[in-house]
């Protein structure tokens, strides 16, 4: 166990020095200024932007640049609807795979287009090379983007004093696609190809076993669509177990590279805001506040899968290796936890062990960093619901200490209260209504076991897996406990519908409260104003974020994962 | 807002050129260049060129004279690969396991604390080519006796085929079950051919 601490660390640590160049770079980027690599970039981004009819000069107001980001998100739905939807006809088919049917589609595209990427079809059966290519890589780097280029807008409204403007929404998508992810996406890419992740547009491979069975061995083009799904905390696989299958995560080497990806952009977010608010203590605050969130669940999740199943351990059998069931050996139970609590705090939602196998305990963690959604979160939208939660930590220190409630030297008002609240209510709603449905509808079903087929395991973890469903969906995660039996008219609406309003609500009411903020005139400092940098305010904003993101959540855990806990096997 | 529509439908067609089309293929071309033999699966083959496997891909071994592997969710289907994605106290898991811990202590004649939880306990994938060394080890007195040769012979090759962890912290250490398999029988010779043919049988605690 001491060596896989020192390997979690390890990536940890690579993963938190190389954020904060990056950090620096993607500030340079979105304010223009000269970085090393546009020689190369620039002309691709000046090519799209004229290709496309961007008007580079034109300068929106948070409304008009909300706007152009939802038209823009309708058209790639609407289009991407299509290709599934007709995609037995299509080229690129060597498998001979079948079109989606409606609701499936439904499902499948509302959670690709919001970053979100629960898939209730399996890679390998359920979608053509063409629609990997056209659909799930496509809207992996935009909807990444999109995340990118909110979140920078929010920036540049809470720096500004007496803004009016935010930027042009397709001048910052563009900038995000070419200049970050696409180069970090072609270095992922490259590498996790060395390590064997293959790219051929050959179809199955049709082997003949050395005891002289028929193997047919799914392939594709993987390494490229692996590389964007975890650098875009999307999380949807090529393959139906994601990058626990060999062909997408096949040694340790490419597990470190995929970890890496999954928390570097959401890292670096945290040391772009630095830049842009000018305040770098403000940044180093945050990130602090993060890692003192994420190191503790990573520890407890660890811990758990270490100590393995109690109920196998006492068949005697050598129980050292952790509770395996779900997890490939090459990662052992250390990376597999990790990456466990790494890919549900940003908003990934890939996966390298099947989370419905974990232990109680341990599975209770990927569903805290979902319930909380902010801890380094989501590329920008990450950023963007940590900044609820500052406002609210602000407003509840201001409160304490009898003064008005300033965030950057802006007074944060009812109107912003009010934006806030409901970004932050939301997301439990989603959750818990959703979680209520779904528990309804198999009570009130005869015979559900039968008659819905949903639930793989019974009793508490039954109830966990409803539950993980509905909030992967709110938390545009997409990681699931997969013996949920998902792919149903019901969990594709259900789910559908919680992902698309999970998706834009946080977005576009932080999107207002920073534009509001935006227009406000900077009061400045003095003696009596709160200080966000200073520890104290650190301490506080960890209270509300635990208090107020999980309490919430406290009679779920309960039925879940802790009854499945004290029950026992 | 025409302009806005019609703004929103080119961006979403170039962009789609781009990232679903223009990137892909260029990274096709560099694997088709520079990883030729990652790129199209890690595929190992016959002298005489057929198609034996993937280096990468568990396939089903059930022979006493061949290494097994891991349990699989999804009876070592690589064409529809996943986990069993049962809790830790569902009682058809427990019973699955229970049900592999005896075949194993029946073919093998090991105690339950000689058998690595990994080979009781279904993989992520369902197609996890590696076992732990010391599950390779557990089967290595088996698989000597059914081909007749010592068994501190075929523990030589278990130590040549094991992988240790990436410099000797970062994963685990591990035996790749096809390989090794592949060298018994280069080095003992391949077992007679069996007369069955198509998917093997199945094994207790398999998917029902």
Known sequence: ???????????????????????????????????????????????????????????????????????????????TFVIVSVQKVLPLNPDGIGSMEPTLAFNTISSFTTNTDLQHYSGETGLSCFSQMFVVAFLQFVTAATGVAAGIATMRALAGDRLKHVGNFYVDMTRAGVRLLLPLAIVVAVLLMSQGVPVTFEGAAQARTLEGAEQAIARGVVAPIVAIKQLGTNGGGYFGPNSAHPYENPTPFSNLVETWSIAILPMAMVWALGHFAGRRRLATMLFAVMLAIYLPMTAFAVRQEAAGNPAIAAMGVDPSGGSMEGKEVRFGVGLSALWAVTTTVTSNGSVNAMHDSLTPLGGLMPLCGMWLNNIFGGVGVGFINMLIFVIVAVFVSGMMIGRTPEFLGKKVEAKEMKLASLALLWHPLAILGGTAAACHVWTVTQDPGAALGWLKNPGPHGFSEMLYEFTSAAANNGSGFEGLGDNTPFWNITTGMAMLLSRYIPIIAPLALAGSLAAKPRTPETAGTLRIESSTFGFTLWAVIVILGLLMFMPVAVLGPIAEQLAGP | MIREIRQGILFSLVAMALFGGVYPLVLWGIGAAAFRAQAEGSLLRRADGTLVGSRLIAQAFRRPDYFQPRPSGVDDNAASAGGTNFGPSNPDHLKAVRARLEAIRALDGVDPGEVPAEMVTASGSGLDPDIPPAAALGQAARVAAARGVPPDRVRALIDQHTEPALLGFYGRARVNVLELNLALDVSFGAPPPDARTGRPERRPGDPS
């Open chain 1, 1 to 79: 166990m001491g060596l896989e601490i020192v390997a979690i660390l390890f990536t940890i640590l690579l993963t938190i020095v190389t954020s904060v160049p990056l950090g620096r770079y993607i500030f340079k980027v979105f304010s223009g200024k000269e970085t090393g690599l546009d020689p190369v970039l620039r002309p691709i981004e000046r090519l799209l932007l004229r290709l496309t009819g961007v008007d580079v000069t034109r300068q929106q107001t948070w409304k008009q640049y909300a706007l152009s980001m939802l038209v823009a998100n309708v058209f790639m739905w609407l289009l």
